[in-house]
């Protein structure tokens, strides 16, 4: 696997934020630690989930945030396996492609070991042995394998190569070897926050680059400060935290760290912030109202956070949802015609709800590109053990068509890119207006046409939703 070093865009200020015998003994209540020593070195993000405590709060019990039915996937804020005490989740973020994981390792502790092959034949997969662990893989391609002390390692959208690498570095028993910022983040998680979110951008960012995206950007105004001034600042970004205390409600703090001083310009740091949010389809009305403040080398922010708000933003890690406890003879039998179309009628209930969710971020957000990718990800996620054919295969039409939708605005932006790079070069300021309005007249020309290519592709969802909808009603006599 190849780790390309991004360039800087402003997306990178924010987000808000394996094994019997040879293994090692990985110590189960010690903190998080032990966990994320099986996080490979290169991540970049991390969260850090108390899933036991978070459980028990008031708003994940009224929410039934811990439910094992898969619908539920849908409709909390980040997947808990309700057989978890704790969770670890790290992944390598491509910041040059809307933070879009190049990989995601997940580590759960859990009160009793898992059976892989109770695991792998639930989901019509198989176990095979890798680096000398016993492996169980998915029909969606993901790898489950258990530590000891009752610790599984989950890697999605599994390589195999990867997977063993994996397997590797837990078997050397080493500390974990994440990031100085990172490695933060292991102490932060106690009684009171129950949910870390972190993300690595140190040395991500480039001046120059940042400087072209302020003076490309329609948000930022001459009289905010010098352009070149303000890139080497903001270029100086180190990283974010975002902490989770989970109560009635979910009270939030955003803490963004920079190399420099940032106290005398809250305006515009806030400002690229929420910007950055909403190009990667994770603003809402909610964080706008937050309360900011900037002091010494940090922006500060604290507020709540709705469901979905908190959907949005741990959308970008996340495990594929699974029964980390299913029946030992699950997936031999046939199913009964009831249960298919019980698990057709979910399957069916939740793409129609990561629809619905889709729609409402596309209003109050410009990231179509990454919000579509995403989700696209999302509907590939979703359980289809004794699913209809037909349901997987819109489904399947349906990521399909969102990656085309999302890949069709991602061209268009390299496209104005490109435009506005014809004849780029050294330039006075008397011509930097005039060259803006050029470089904004061809970005809009270029999104015009995505547009109609997005406008498109909501047509035939539609049309294909409301045709599998009649045909599944009639098939089973129920209401889909």
Not at 115 to 133: H, P, Q
Not at 307 to 323: A, H, K, M, N
Not at 415 to 427: N, P
Not at 465 to 472: H, I, N, S, Y
Request: hydrophobic letters at 40%.
């Amino acid at each position: 696997m190849i780790h390309r070093t991004p360039p800087l865009t402003l997306r990178m200020l924010t987000i808000l934020s394996a094994l019997a015998g040879f293994l090692p003994v990985v110590a189960a209540g010690d903190g998080f630690d032990d966990l994320a020593s099986c996080i490979p070195a290169d991540a970049n993000a991390l969260i850090l989930i108390d899933v036991e405590k978070t459980l028990q709060a008031p708003v994940a019990q009224q929410q039934g945030w811990g439910r094992t039915l898969e619908a539920a996937y849908v409709e909390r804020p980040v997947f808990l396996p309700p057989e978890a005490t704790k969770l670890a989740i790290g992944g390598r973020l491509d910041f040059r492609n809307d933070f879009v994981p190049m990989w995601e390792v997940a580590v759960i502790e859990t009160p009793a070991a898992v059976a892989m092959r109770s695991l792998a034949m639930r989901d019509r997969g198989y176990v095979e042995t890798v680096n000398g662990a016993e492996t169980a893989w998915t029909a969606a391609n993901t790898a489950y394998f258990q530590l000891p002390n009752n610790v599984l390692g989950v890697v999605a959208r599994a390589e195999r190569q990867f997977v063993s690498r994996v397997i590797g570095q837990a078997q050397n028993a080493a500390p974990a070897s994440l990031s100085e910022y990172l490695q933060q983040a292991l102490k932060l998680v106690n009684d009171r926050v129950q949910i870390l979110f972190m993300i690595d951008l140190t040395d991500a960012a480039s001046p120059r680059r940042m400087e072209d995206r302020l003076r490309q950007a329609s948000w930022f105004k001459p009289s905010d400060g010098d352009p070149a001034v303000l890139a080497k600042l903001l270029a100086g970004v180190r990283g974010a935290a975002l902490r989770v205390a989970v109560g009635s409600d979910c009270q939030c703090q955003l803490q963004v760290d920079f190399r420099d001083d940032v106290s005398s310009h809250e305006k515009i740091v806030k400002d690229a912030l929420l910007q950055t949010l909403a190009e990667l389809g994770m603003a809402t009305d909610e964080l706008a109202k937050w309360s900011f403040s900037a002091k010494g080398r940090q922006l500060l922010a604290q507020g709540k956070l709705s469901t979905d708000g908190q959907r949005r933003l741990f959308s970008v890690l996340e495990i594929p949802p699974t029964d980390l406890n299913p029946a030992g003879d699950a997936g031999n039998s046939e199913p009964s015609e009831s249960e298919r179309r019980e698990r057709s009628l979910v399957y069916f209930a939740s793409t129609e709800e990561l629809l619905k969710d889709l729609r409402s971020g596309l209003k109050d957000s410009k990231a179509t590109s990454a919000w579509m990718e995403r989700y696209a990800r999302r509907i590939d996620d979703l359980p289809v053990l004794y699913v209809d054919d037909e349901l997987l295969e819109y489904g399947d039409k349906l990521a399909e068509t969102l990656r085309i939708m999302s890949l069709s605005k991602r061209q268009a932006g390299i496209r104005s890119g490109v435009r506005r790079s014809e004849g780029a070069g050294y330039y006075y300021d008397y011509d930097a207006y005039e060259r803006n309005a050029q470089a904004s007249a061809a970005k809009r020309q270029e999104m015009a046409v995505a547009s109609d290519a997005v406008v498109e592709g909501w047509r035939l969802i539609d049309d294909a939703t409301a045709d599998v909808r009649r045909k599944m009603t009639q098939k089973y006599q129920a209401e889909f």
